[in-house]
């Protein structure tokens, strides 16, 4: 079959294509002083959240849920504070 593909990449743009770099784009790239680089956003805890998949009855998780924005934050807090009490 002789028929062009309809798969053909485009040509890539032309340097004078580029888009323009503004200041934000500067404000978000890496940056090195000398050899090492500055990481950005949150700096990594000495013990990071654990992903989980668990189960909850629903009345509990529509309780949370109704408090608004942050119930997964006030539902670890809760979490944290019963480990608290119950130590032994």
């Known amino acids: 079959m002789n028929a062009k593909s309809q798969n053909t990449p485009a040509a890539s743009p032309g340097p004078d294509d580029a888009p323009e770099l503004g200041d934000e784009f500067f404000e978000r790239a890496d940056e090195y ?3 090492k680089l500055v990481h ?3 700096p990594r805890l000495a013990r990071p959240q654990q992903l989980l998949t668990i189960l909850f009855d629903a009345d509990v998780i529509e309780a949370f849920k109704a408090t608004g924005s942050g119930w997964q934050t006030r ?3 809760a979490l944290k504070d019963w480990v608290a009490a ?3």
């Open 33 to 35: 002083p000398g050899d």
């Open 40 to 42: 950005r956003g949150r």
């Open 75 to 77: 539902m670890n807090d």
């Open 86 to 88: 119950h130590r032994a």
